[in-house]
């Protein structure tokens, strides 16, 4: 997750995705800055959310 959200905040968004959907979550936060800052340096592990699957959850509140 890139963005400015608290883990509660994030947990209470995505309560019942997986049940839902079938897919395991494996979540992590990072601040916009941080995700930025890592992509431009070519970071392993941005690089490996780029090429992988995904399952994007777009919210607003």
Do not use: C
Not at 17 to 26: S, Y
Not at 28 to 44: A, C, E, K, L
Not at 45 to 60: C, H, N, P, Q, Y
């Amino acid at each position: 997750m890139v963005g400015d959200v608290s883990e509660g905040e994030l947990l209470q968004l995505l309560a019942g995705v997986e049940d839902e959907t079938g897919v395991k979550l494996n979540l992590r936060r990072m601040t916009r800055s941080d995700f930025d800052y890592r992509n431009v340096r070519g970071d392993p592990f941005v690089r490996r959310i780029w090429s992988e699957k995904k399952l994007v959850v777009k919210a607003r509140h």
